[in-house]
Each structure stands twice: as C-alpha cells, then as structure tokens.
C-alpha cells in the first residue's frame, strides 16, 4: 500500500505563487506515476498535471501550461507543485494521486486526503 500526505496549501492573492508536496510512503516501488488534481465547490475533480518517477515525463493541463511546474524528488518519494501567478479561479482542494500518470481519475489508485488553495482577488 501506498500512503500519500499533501502540504503546502493556503490563502495567497491573485498572481502569487504557492508549492504544493505530496509525500509518498510504502510501496511507492510499485507506482509508475504521480499525479495533481484539483475539485472546486460544485463542480468535479479535474486533472492539473502528472509526473513520471523513472524519466521525470510531464503532463499539463492547458489552464495551468506555463504557470504550474510539477517535479518531483525520487530520494524523498515527493512530488511537489509549483504554482506561479495564480488566479481565483485556481481555487480548489488540491490532491496528489498515485498511479498510471494519466488524466484520468480511474487511472490512479491511491488518493491523499487533499490541500485547500484559495486564491482572493
């Protein structure tokens, strides 16, 4: 089993940058990638980006291409999320997932307990 725990989220203005981590533990050895979703109040989770652990191979989202930069440290088993001039409508509980790296939700199949990004005007 693998357990995932985020940090990192908060309360940042429009145009501000905050990271997001995602901790990995267990039996990480059996995971082939990782990845960020996000879930605003009324409307369904979303794929934000994904990372592969062995050649570091990315996946965006159009909304975030240039602005979010998704990495990750295979000697600390953690993912991180760089967000960069954030918007208000990047508000939302942000997840990491383990899985196939895909944008899919079925695709992954451990889910960390979330991080809520709010981001004022």
């Known amino acids: 089993q693998v357990q995932l725990v985020e940090s990192g989220g908060g309360l940042v203005q429009a145009g501000g940058s905050l990271r997001l981590s995602c901790a990995a533990s267990?039996?990480?050895?059996?995971?082939?990638?990782m990845g960020w979703f996000r879930q605003a109040p009324g409307k369904e989770r979303e794929f934000v980006a994904a990372?592969?652990?062995?050649?570091?191979?990315?996946l965006y989202t159009d909304s975030v291409k240039g602005r979010f930069i998704i990495s990750r440290d295979n000697a600390k088993n953690t993912v991180y999320l760089q967000m960069n001039s954030l918007k208000v409508e990047d508000t939302a509980v942000y997840s990491c997932?383990?899985?196939?790296?895909?944008?899919?939700?079925?695709?992954?199949?451990?889910w960390g307990q979330g991080t809520q990004v709010t981001v004022s005007s």
């Open positions: 997932a383990a899985g196939g790296g895909s944008t899919r939700t079925e695709s992954y199949h451990t």
């Open positions: 267990g039996r990480t050895s059996n995971t082939y990638a």
């Open positions: 990372i592969t652990w062995s050649a570091g191979t990315t």
